[in-house]
């Protein structure tokens, strides 16, 4: 076979490029093998493996301006003008790196290649070479690195996969990813991890105090981490050093963190080296700090080749499927600094440990990983592809996973499954998992994301949240364990139990949950690797701080996912030692403190069990201390109480304990009668001469950039609004709708937490009605009868993304909080050209600079306002001219004022009333096509606390595509039906 690899840039250090290079090397020796670099960047390449391969480089930037590397009649300022031009082959926003000039070789090299198998290694390429790939060779796509942490980057692997052959990845949580996310448009699927590099590789001698990293220099390899741990470290082992090999941008910052730790003679910042198997034989100990983006990390297959232990953050993807804990490694929590200088400390201190888990790292990475069996697998699948590449079906069914995969969400976005943390499942609890599907009724219970999930589209989130709760005190009650219910302060529960019942707990958990497809993640396990387990296995784990069970849950679509997120912890609180007796909890050189780990050491108080850190077990009240775990109260949640400290039920300084609303305006721009009306009412508005709205404008034929008939398009969004209302504030009290006598079909009107509210039963002025202005409904929302003093005022294209408290939009006080946005309010005056919103925005400002002498800059950004009813009044009384002008307009126009999302916020903070406040939030405009790709990054990463999805007026899209891709990404954000829906019939 003839079999080229396609690499963005051969020449330099990087996993990806090693990893390329060492498997067409092991091909090479029965194939006809090249790598094509898309630039060359070096003289020579930085692996020695590249010199020993056929490479073929395209562009040549070693040079200025770059140009091609065949021979070509470009130009110098042809050369010049491609270079500068972004690459239409490639969105800059998934790789900066390529332009034109790139793309006119890339097409030039691969529109003519000459191969069987063409494989690419990046997302970007992929993206690139099934698009210009001759139709008859086979595409086999190689994912170096976990996808479901890619973000922007791994967009183009979800959009272009289906037109691959085959995807394979280094490890089987990746493949399950994308297994779930492109469903029936994924094209074969394969795992095949790296393989060590052939070859004489020196050996450590086991005796040596030096800890070897081999890392790039950037914030994602958090060497940082490893810096800090050993600084805490160094005092108590002086003999040993720490190297890191590797350079990068972060290097300085480094250098000044070292320097700050007085380590200058112990901790060394090498460089690169081009020869590591060298330094690892000179190594007792390896680190690896790599954040999640590292999927099959080749320098742990090198450390432990050489037979050094690692110490490794168990991160999502790579060294669970390398490092066996405590056989020739730990893993320990990422991003845990503290207890990485514990898995340090032990393996530098315990000198047995370190010379078996050096043994066996030797001889169990070439069992699992040896050349021999990885180049079998990629020969397998590269013969067999070949064989079929000439039979019509491969065509037909990579047709079919194109036409899929655009009816799944349209041209620039795919519905993806949520990925988690969780650590994957050993052999034997895969096995035991294997039995607990099997005894489930069909469909009831599925694989998730590598685990078992029960399947069922009814549960909202903070449901799930007291389902654990539930099930997890019934499993320590079945046994008459004690336990008391903490507040955190968040969506999830805590309960406390002593430490010297903690053997009890966990063996009433193992014992109440067993067959049961429920897991605990264990918190600070001291003998057990970090991670997740099946609850029933918690019998004999050894010691932990806590444990956090949750019953994994997804929905049919696969979209949703409720996980460890909604964990009840059951946290080990441990009774300090009193202060005349021996603390042999300290830690060496700190008497008289209580240490309790990961958090600081705190005065001897005997009466005061304190709970193993304070996030999550530390209460909003308490910190990291409690009088006693005696329950002295109860505290209810959902329909039951639970035993509590006395002092939980107190009210805090900043609870949140008043009623608080939420209200919607909307309109179905299909309702004939409704539009009926409008034309009506522009008709008039138009003929007598007194519209002074935009659309009025519009229709006289004035120029004007907004029609406004993108403000009232409805795409079913308050639907999912009001899902994502129920899902993430659960806490809101009533729900009151404000219509033009509409209501949607699917809504339950007789839901007691929903007010329908018709205009006619709110504006105090009907002669003001028909009215198609939002600004002049907004000004009577406080006439709402039966109303809150305290609200959220939603549009329905205003999103909830992630859970909420009522203290995201108030403080304890009452005072709203409010959200400027990074949009400027421009200095100029009205005029005909500005947006509603602007007009209205400027016009309030010219109120508050003559009432307070204050310039409003900006505005705030489009998420639930937080209102008081009380505000509102005074506001309507004392602008009672310029808002009553505003209710009487019954088309949007330059002289109106915006009450609730701008005066009332600006008008509360100069009176003392409002606070400026913080929020993640983001805005895709859905007839941008670019902008279509955000909303598969909010579904991915679901980190917003608030989204809006809004419409550019001017948009060359169809609606047709517009309203596809938010039908799809709204059904799968949130697939589960709020309260407020009617349930289907049947």
């Given at each position: 076979?003839?079999i080229?690899?396609?690499l963005?840039?051969?020449?330099?250090?990087?996993?990806?490029?090693?990893?390329?290079y060492?498997q067409?090397?092991?091909?090479?020796?029965?194939?006809?093998?090249?790598?094509?670099?898309?630039?060359?960047?070096?003289?020579?390449?930085?692996?020695?493996?590249?010199?020993?391969?056929?490479?073929r480089?395209?562009?040549?930037?070693?040079?200025?301006p770059?140009?091609?590397?065949?021979?070509?009649g470009?130009?110098?300022?042809?050369?010049?003008?491609?270079?500068?031009?972004?690459?239409?082959?490639i969105?800059p926003?998934?790789?900066?790196?390529f332009d034109r000039?790139?793309?006119?070789?890339?097409?030039?090299?691969?529109?003519?290649l000459?191969a069987?198998?063409l494989?690419?290694?990046?997302?970007?390429?992929?993206?690139a070479?099934?698009?210009?790939?001759?139709?008859?060779?086979?595409?086999?796509?190689?994912?170096?690195?976990?996808?479901?942490?890619?973000?922007r980057?791994g967009?183009?692997?979800?959009?272009?996969?289906?037109?691959?052959?085959?995807?394979?990845?280094?490890?089987g949580?990746?493949?399950?990813w994308?297994a779930?996310?492109?469903?029936?448009?994924?094209?074969?699927l394969?795992?095949i991890?790296?393989?060590?590099?052939?070859?004489?590789?020196?050996?450590?001698?086991g005796?040596?105090?030096?800890?070897?990293?081999?890392?790039?220099?950037?914030?994602?390899?958090?060497?940082?981490?490893?810096?800090?741990a050993?600084?805490q470290?160094?005092?108590?082992?002086?003999e040993?050093?720490l190297?890191?090999?590797g350079?990068?941008?972060?290097?300085?910052?480094?250098?000044?963190l070292?320097d700050?730790?007085?380590l200058?003679?112990?901790?060394?910042?090498?460089?690169?080296?081009?020869?590591m198997?060298?330094?690892w034989?000179?190594?007792?100990?390896?680190?690896?700090t790599?954040?999640?983006?590292?999927?099959?990390p080749?320098?742990?297959?090198?450390?432990?080749?050489?037979?050094?232990?690692?110490?490794?953050?168990?991160v999502?993807?790579?060294?669970a499927?390398?490092?066996?804990?405590?056989?020739?490694?730990?893993?320990?929590?990422p991003?845990?600094v503290?207890?990485?200088?514990?898995?340090?400390d032990e393996?530098?201190?315990?000198?047995?440990?370190?010379?078996?888990?050096?043994?066996?790292?030797?001889e169990?990475?070439?069992?699992?990983?040896?050349s021999?069996?990885?180049?079998?697998?990629?020969?397998?699948?590269y013969?067999?592809l070949?064989?079929?590449?000439?039979?019509?079906?491969r065509?037909?069914?990579?047709?079919?996973?194109?036409?899929l995969?655009?009816a799944a969400?349209?041209?620039?976005?795919?519905?993806?499954?949520p990925?988690?943390?969780?650590?994957?499942?050993?052999?034997d609890?895969?096995?035991?998992?294997?039995?607990?599907?099997?005894?489930?009724?069909?469909?009831?219970?599925?694989?998730?994301?590598?685990?078992?999930?029960?399947?069922?589209?009814?549960?909202?989130?903070?449901?799930?949240?007291?389902w654990?709760?539930?099930?997890?005190?019934?499993?320590?009650?079945?046994?008459?364990?004690?336990?008391?219910?903490?507040?955190?302060?968040?969506?999830?529960?805590?309960?406390a139990?002593d430490?010297?019942d903690?053997?009890?707990?966990?063996?009433?958990?193992?014992?109440?949950?067993?067959?049961?497809?429920?897991?605990a993640?264990?918190?600070?396990?001291r003998d057990?690797?970090?991670?997740?387990?099946?609850?029933?296995?918690?019998?004999?784990?050894g010691?932990?701080?806590?444990?956090?069970v949750?019953?994994?849950?997804?929905?049919t679509?696969?979209?949703?996912?409720?996980?460890?997120q909604?964990?009840?912890?059951?946290?080990?609180?441990?009774?300090?030692?009193?202060?005349?007796a021996?603390?042999?909890?300290?830690?060496?050189?700190?008497?008289?403190?209580?240490?309790?780990?990961g958090?600081?050491?705190?005065?001897?108080?005997?009466?005061?069990p304190?709970?193993?850190?304070?996030?999550p077990?530390?209460?909003?009240?308490?910190?990291a201390?409690?009088?006693?775990l005696?329950?002295a109260?109860?505290?209810?949640?959902?329909?039951?109480?639970?035993p509590t400290?006395?002092?939980?039920?107190?009210?805090?300084?900043n609870?949140?304990?008043?009623?608080?609303d939420?209200?919607?305006?909307?309109?179905?721009d299909?309702?004939?009668d409704?539009?009926?009306?409008?034309?009506?009412?522009?008709a008039?508005?138009?003929?007598?001469?007194?519209?002074?709205?935009?659309?009025?404008?519009?229709?006289?034929?004035?120029?004007?950039?907004?029609?406004g008939?993108?403000?009232f398009?409805?795409?079913?969004?308050l639907?999912?609004?009001l899902?994502?209302?129920a899902?993430?504030?659960?806490?809101?009290?009533?729900?009151y709708?404000?219509?033009?006598?509409?209501?949607?079909d699917w809504?339950?009107?007789?839901?007691?937490g929903?007010?329908v509210?018709?205009?006619r039963?709110?504006?105090?002025?009907?002669?003001?009605?028909?009215?198609?202005?939002?600004?002049?409904?907004?000004t009577?929302?406080?006439?709402?009868?039966?109303l809150a003093?305290?609200?959220?005022y939603?549009?329905?294209?205003?999103f909830l993304?992630?859970?909420?408290?009522?203290?995201?939009?108030?403080?304890?006080?009452?005072?709203?909080?409010f959200?400027?946005?990074?949009?400027?309010?421009?200095?100029?005056?009205?005029?005909?050209?500005?947006?509603g919103?602007?007009?209205a925005?400027k016009?309030n400002?010219?109120?508050?600079r003559?009432?307070?002498?204050?310039t409003?800059?900006?505005?705030?950004?489009h998420v639930?306002?937080a209102?008081?009813?009380?505000?509102l009044?005074?506001?309507?009384e004392?602008?009672?001219d310029?808002?009553?002008?505003?209710?009487?307009?019954?088309f949007?126009g330059?002289?109106d004022h915006?009450?609730?999302?701008?005066?009332?916020?600006?008008?509360?903070?100069?009176?003392?009333?409002?606070v400026?406040?913080?929020?993640?939030?983001d805005?895709?405009?859905?007839?941008r096509?670019?902008?279509?790709?955000?909303?598969?990054?909010?579904?991915?990463?679901?980190?917003?606390t608030?989204?809006?999805?809004?419409?550019?007026?001017?948009?060359?899209m169809s609606?047709?595509?517009?309203?596809?891709?938010?039908?799809?990404?709204?059904?799968a954000?949130?697939?589960?039906r709020?309260p407020?829906?009617?349930?289907p019939a049947?």
């Open positions: 076979m003839k080229t690899y396609l963005g840039w051969g020449d330099e250090m990087g996993g990806t490029e090693l990893a390329t060492t067409a090397l092991h091909l090479a020796e029965r194939h006809d093998v090249e790598v094509v670099s898309v630039f060359r960047t070096r003289p020579e390449p930085f692996f020695p493996e590249a010199r020993q391969v056929r490479v480089h395209l562009v040549d930037r070693t040079v200025t770059e140009r091609p590397v065949r021979a070509s470009l130009d110098e300022a042809a050369c010049r003008t491609l270079a500068a031009l972004p690459s239409e082959l969105d926003a998934w790789e900066s790196a000039l790139s793309d006119v070789e890339l097409t030039a090299a691969l529109g003519t000459d069987d198998v494989v690419t290694t990046t997302p970007a390429l992929l993206a070479a099934v698009g210009v790939v001759p139709a008859r060779v086979v595409t086999v796509h190689q994912e170096h690195r976990p996808t479901q942490r890619r973000g980057s967009e183009p692997l979800l959009l272009h996969a289906p037109r691959l052959d085959a995807l394979v990845t280094l490890t949580r990746t493949r399950d994308i779930e996310s492109l469903g029936a448009t994924a094209p074969e394969a795992v991890p790296n393989a060590v590099p052939d070859g004489f590789r020196p050996r450590a001698d005796e040596s105090k030096v800890i070897v990293m081999a890392a790039r220099l950037t914030g994602e390899k958090r060497v940082d981490h490893a810096v800090r050993f600084a470290l160094a005092d108590a082992h002086p040993w050093t190297r890191v090999f350079g990068g941008h972060r290097e300085q910052s480094l250098r000044r070292v700050g730790f007085g200058q003679d112990r901790v060394e910042l090498l460089g690169p080296c081009q020869d198997a060298a330094e034989a000179k190594a007792g100990l390896s680190l690896m790599a954040g999640h983006n590292e999927a099959f080749l320098v742990l297959l090198e450390a432990l080749a050489a037979g050094v232990p690692v110490v490794a953050y168990d999502l993807t790579g060294p499927e390398i490092v066996r804990h405590r056989v020739d490694g730990l893993l320990v929590p991003g845990d503290g207890e990485l200088a514990h898995a340090m393996m530098m201190t315990d000198d047995a440990l370190r010379r078996s888990c050096a043994r066996a790292a030797r169990g990475v070439y069992e699992r990983f040896s021999a069996g990885v180049t079998a697998l990629w020969e397998e699948l013969t067999r070949v064989a079929g590449r000439d039979r019509p079906e065509a037909a069914a990579r047709a079919d996973r194109v036409a995969g655009v969400g349209g041209c620039g976005f795919r519905p993806t499954a990925h988690t943390f969780d650590a994957a499942a050993s052999a609890e895969k096995a035991r998992e294997d039995e607990i599907l099997a005894a489930a009724p069909d469909g009831g219970v599925v694989r998730s994301v590598g685990r078992l999930a029960e399947c069922r589209d009814d549960v909202l989130a903070p449901r799930m949240a007291d654990n709760l539930e099930l997890t005190a019934a499993a320590l009650e079945s046994r008459q364990v004690p336990y008391v219910l903490v507040r955190t302060g968040g969506s999830a529960h805590t309960l139990v430490e010297d903690r053997d009890r707990a966990l063996k009433a958990l193992a014992e109440s949950l067993h067959g049961q497809p429920v897991y993640e264990l918190v600070r396990p057990a690797a970090p991670g997740a387990v099946l609850a029933e296995r918690l019998d004999g784990i010691e932990v701080a806590g444990v956090k949750f019953k994994p849950v997804t929905t679509t696969l979209s949703l996912r409720h996980g460890v909604q964990a009840c912890t059951v946290a080990f609180w441990t009774r300090p030692t009193a202060p005349d021996p603390d042999t909890a300290n830690s060496p050189g700190t008497p008289g403190t209580t240490n309790t780990p958090t600081a050491n705190t005065p001897d108080t005997p009466d005061t304190a709970p193993t850190r304070r996030a077990f530390g209460s909003t009240l308490a910190g201390e409690l009088p006693s005696a329950p109260a109860e505290l209810r949640v959902g329909t039951r109480a639970y400290p006395g002092v939980f039920t107190e009210v805090l300084m609870d949140v304990d008043f009623p608080v939420a209200v919607y305006t909307w309109v179905d299909t309702d004939p409704w539009r009926a009306a409008r034309a009506a009412a522009l008039e508005a138009t003929g007598t001469g007194t519209g002074t709205g935009t659309e009025a404008d519009a229709a006289s034929g004035a120029s004007s950039p907004d029609t008939t993108v403000r398009r409805n795409r079913d969004e639907r999912y609004s899902r994502s209302l899902m993430y504030a659960p806490w809101v009290r009533h729900v709708l404000v219509t033009a006598g509409q209501v949607p809504l339950d009107r007789d839901h007691p929903l007010t509210v018709d205009h039963d709110l504006f105090a002025d009907p002669a003001a009605l028909p009215t198609f202005n939002s600004h002049a409904i907004e009577q929302l406080h006439r709402v009868e039966g003093e305290h609200f959220l939603f549009n329905d294209d205003m993304g992630r859970p909420t408290t009522p203290g995201t939009f108030f403080l304890g006080s009452g005072l709203p909080k959200f400027w946005s990074s949009m400027p309010v421009p200095p100029l005056p009205v005029s005909a050209a500005d947006e919103y602007l007009a925005a016009n400002r010219e109120l508050l003559r009432d307070f002498g204050r409003a800059t900006h505005c705030f950004y639930p306002y209102l008081r009813r009380s505000i009044a005074e506001l309507t004392r602008y009672a310029e808002l009553t002008a505003t209710s009487r307009a019954r949007r330059n002289a915006s009450l609730v999302s701008s005066l009332h916020q600006h008008y509360a903070y100069l009176t003392g009333r409002a400026p406040a913080g929020l993640s939030y805005f895709v405009d859905i007839g096509r670019a902008d279509h790709a955000r909303l598969g990054q909010l579904l991915q990463s679901r980190n917003k608030a989204f809006c999805i809004g419409e550019s007026p001017d948009s060359g609606d047709q595509e517009m309203s596809l891709a938010v039908r799809s990404f709204l059904t954000y949130f697939p589960v709020s407020y829906e009617r349930t049947g």
